[in-house]
């Protein structure tokens, strides 16, 4: 496994008054949050409303306009690209080779977090996906919610401290969604901590620690272990509106 220098690891992740500015249109604006380990937070908005650019934030992919991200003591702007080996990331692009077969790509990422054995990473990655009978097919041939499964091994391959999920239920039927639920819940007690964008309300409802509400860039509320979240959302949502 990757060596992690002192000073580089953390349990928690603080976000402190985060703007993100593209020209003149404001993609996220004034956001604050902390993100410890051992817990789930939600970030719930319309489409536009800044989770996929938050995430790119917490992910060292862009850097905030304004605000600032620390992770355990380190400033965002000052990690070093080791720090990466902390996070694990699934966005809308999966990132697999569909040439490669699932065990393939997933000894392949294996291989490049530095794991010990990559093979049999990838072995149990398969089988924690449910997928072992098919880990020497092509990824190609695989429907979206396989692809969507594989694609979520391949971002936990390296036991990430901060998992960074953008629409992580998309494509995938009712028992491979109870699958990730339970993975997510597994992820949580092993200590990670993770935070994931979805529409998915009905699923994200009793999963969450934390529910972050966002309207056009804005954190308009947040909730701790938030329950009846589909009301809860509308009522911040026609809250914000109104304002």
Known sequence: MTEIRPGLDFDHVTVHEVSRH?????????????????TIIGLLGPNGAGKSTLLAMLATLLRPSAGSIQYGRLQATDAPPELRARIGVLGHDLFLYPELTARENL??????????????????????????DRGDDPVAGFSRGMRQRV?????????????????????????????????????????????????????????????????????????????????????????????
């Open 151 to 243: 694609a979520l091994e391949r971002a936990l391959i390296h036991n990430p401290r901060l998992a960074l999920l953008d629409e992580p239920f998309t494509g995938l039927d009712e028992a491979s969604t109870m699958a990730l639920v339970s993975r997510l819940r597994g992820l949580r007690e092993s200590g990670a901590a993770i935070v994931l964008a979805t529409h998915d309300l009905d699923i994200a409802d009793g999963l969450l620690d934390e529910a972050i509400f966002l309207r056009e860039g804005r954190m308009v509320q947040s909730l701790s272990r938030p329950e009846g979240l589909r009301s809860a959302y509308r009522h911040a949502m026609t809250v914000q509106s109104r304002s």
């Open 22 to 38: 593209f020209g003149r249109r404001r993609a996220v604006s004034r956001v604050s949050f902390v993100a410890a380990r051992g």
């Open 107 to 132: 000894a392949f990422f294996a291989a490049l977090y530095g794991q010990h054995d990559a093979e049999q990473t990838a072995r149990a990655a398969l089988e924690r996906a449910g997928l072992a």
